[in-house]
């Protein structure tokens, strides 16, 4: 089994800066991508960005320039929001790409249990 536990979500003001971290865990083989997206009230789940296991990155249109994401060694991941605005209020999950020892080259969605963001004055 494979988990994945985000915290760092908290109310923010206008211009303000957090960062998000999510923790994985579990019987981990290999982690391909991993992801943050968010999901505000009365909208769908949208992709805000993406690290692959090279490396590489991809932002939102709505983030770029404002929102960093990073992993690290052990498995962690990161989004560092800065500049944060209201539109940015949602609840953010942590999305992994990841095969587990029981199936080495079989890569299945696992998902965070979210965490909320309040851009507020």
């Known amino acids: 089994q494979v988990q994945l536990v985000e915290s760092g979500g908290d109310l923010v003001h206008p211009g303000g800066s957090t960062r998000l971290s999510c923790a994985a865990s579990g019987s981990i083989f290999s982690i391909r991508a991993m992801d943050w997206y968010r999901q505000a009230p009365g909208k769908q789940r949208e992709l805000v960005a993406r690290i692959t296991s090279g490396g590489s990155t991809n932002y939102a249109d709505s983030v770029k320039g404002r929102f960093t994401i990073s992993r690290d060694n052990a498995k962690n991941l990161y989004l560092q929001m800065n500049s944060l605005k209201p539109d940015d209020t949602a609840v953010y999950y942590c999305?992994?790409?990841?095969?587990?020892?029981?199936?080495?080259?079989?890569?299945?969605?696992?998902w965070g249990q979210g965490t909320q963001v309040t851009v507020s004055s």
């Open positions: 999305h992994g790409e990841i095969s587990t020892l029981r199936s080495k080259y079989s890569f299945h969605d696992y």
